[in-house]
């Protein structure tokens, strides 16, 4: 089992900065991806940010230009450096942690509990 705990969300001032941090309790065994995804009020969850095991990252359109993932693996942990900060960006973010599957354990996907983050205008 992984637990995910996340840190960082808050109320911030559009143009204004926030970084969200989510700890793993323990590294997977095998190969996996660290991600934030968020969910306004009314909306799918989406994705925001992927990180890959070799590094490797990828970000949704709205995110690519202000927002930064990051992992250390030493302290499983992974972050999202978010710049200019939009009042569209108001949502629950929420950590992932993928587990890639292997020829004998099939792929796990892990969820954080969410923190809120508001930018106001």
């Known amino acids: 089992q992984v637990q995910l705990v996340e840190s960082g969300g808050g109320l911030v001032q559009a143009g204004g900065s926030l970084r969200l941090s989510c700890v793993a309790s323990?590294?997977?065994?095998?190969?996996?991806?660290m991600g934030w995804y968020r969910q306004a009020p009314g909306s799918q969850r989406d994705l925001v940010a992927i990180?890959?095991?070799?590094?490797?990252?990828k970000y949704a359109d709205s995110a690519k230009d202000r927002f930064t993932i990051s992992r250390d693996n030493a302290k499983n942990t992974v972050s999202l450096q978010m710049d200019n900060l939009k009042p569209e960006d108001t949502a629950v973010y929420y950590c992932?942690?993928?587990?890639?599957?292997?020829?004998?354990?099939?792929?796990?996907?892990?969820w954080g509990q969410g923190t809120q983050v508001t930018v106001s205008s």
């Open positions: 992932q942690v993928k587990i890639l599957s292997t020829p004998v354990r099939a792929e796990t996907v892990y």
């Open positions: 990180i890959t095991n070799g590094g490797g990252t």
């Open positions: 323990r590294r997977p065994f095998s190969a996996y991806t």
